[in-house]
């Protein structure tokens, strides 16, 4: 209703009434570039499907004291943008109207330049603290864990598309581990991470590498975040309502960006997010670690989420020992 009357008092402002409603934009409107010669009952609705496509209000584009003004830069930008819509729709569709604001800008002000994932947020909050140091986060989530083993062996479960199988988790350092879902296995060797599922057995690369890996990591004990360069506090967020600081780091030799999520109470470290860089752009996904039990005197996540954009995993630990012995060939590829 608010809505419909500001459109009505803009009508009336503007003298669009019936009798105008056919004529010219530019005869009905002041300062009229990309709808010039169309119907000037045309204006309204349109600007009303971009605010709607990026989730904003008029004065986003306009000065508000004077709607004809080109002072703001958003506005000079929206008719490049109109402009660069209607040819590729004449250009690849014929002219029929298949790309809008709405395909790329999706309720934001600047288009995602990767596939949505839900709960992960592209922007985190501006940090009012500039003290803070990635060093300091480190350091405060060591202790927070509280040391290291030498070996960890996790059972539970895994719930993957609706489907629950039994789940087993070894793991050995910083780059080594096991993981047994069910039949299948993946694992990484220190080198190479692999993957056996059925019948199929290969190494793996890129972002399926990135997603098997992640589960296995191993984020304790001082070389823990060894491999990042550039290691950055790049702002505030939260999960599941908890306050978390976000630190961001790169590893040149996978093309990857990581951002590391610490709680601000706990110091624990709730969720992993991977930038991956592809021929076409940038693959989301990240890993969530909850459910933090004491094994040996250091803290174990017992519950990890594991999210992309497409597919989604939860990973429920019952049990968890630390130090067994355990042979390296395990970790090894069962391959030539």
Not at 153 to 163: F, N, P, V
Not at 214 to 233: D, M, N, Q
Request: glycine share 8%; proline share 5%.
């Amino acid at each position: 209703l608010l809505l419909l009357l500001s459109s009505v008092s803009l009508v009336i402002v503007g003298g669009m009434l019936t009798p105008q409603a056919d004529k010219p934009a530019e005869e009905v409107y002041k300062n009229i570039v990309i709808f010039k010669g169309k119907p000037a009952r045309d204006v309204l609705p349109a600007m009303d499907f971009m605010a709607a496509s990026l989730k904003v209000e008029c004065s986003f584009c306009h000065n508000q004291k004077d709607y004809s003004s080109d002072e703001k830069d958003e506005k000079v930008t929206a008719r490049r943008m109109i402009t660069m819509q209607g040819e590729l729709n004449k250009q690849y569709f014929g002219g029929k109207s298949r790309v809008t604001c709405t395909s790329c800008h999706n309720g934001h002000t600047r288009p995602l330049r990767a596939p949505a994932v839900s709960d992960l947020s592209p922007r985190h909050q501006r940090l009012s603290d500039a003290s803070i140091k990635p060093g300091d986060l480190l350091a405060k989530y060591q202790k927070a864990v509280g040391g290291d083993v030498q070996t960890l062996t996790l059972i539970g479960t895994r719930k993957d598309h609706g489907q629950t199988s039994p789940y087993e988790l070894v793991q050995a350092g910083s780059n080594k581990f096991l993981a047994k879902d069910g039949e299948n296995r993946f694992a990484n060797d220190g080198f190479v991470v692999w993957l056996k599922y059925g019948s199929y057995l290969n190494k793996v690369w890129g972002d399926t590498a990135v997603s098997l890996n992640r589960i296995g990591r191993w984020f304790r004990g001082p070389k823990a975040f060894e491999g990042y360069e550039g290691l950055t506090v790049v702002g505030k967020d939260k999960i599941g309502g908890k306050p978390v600081t976000v630190v961001r780091g790169a590893i040149p030799a996978d093309q990857n960006v990581e951002e590391f999520y610490f709680d601000d109470a706990s110091g624990l470290l709730l969720r992993v997010a991977t930038m991956t860089q592809t021929e076409l752009g940038t693959l989301q996904s990240y890993v969530d670690f909850g459910d933090y039990r004491k094994v040996n005197g250091v803290k174990v996540p017992f519950k990890i989420t594991s999210m992309s954009s497409d597919e989604e995993s939860d990973v429920q630990f019952k049990s968890a020992k630390a130090n067994l012995p355990v042979d390296d060939k395990i970790f090894a590829f069962p391959g030539p």
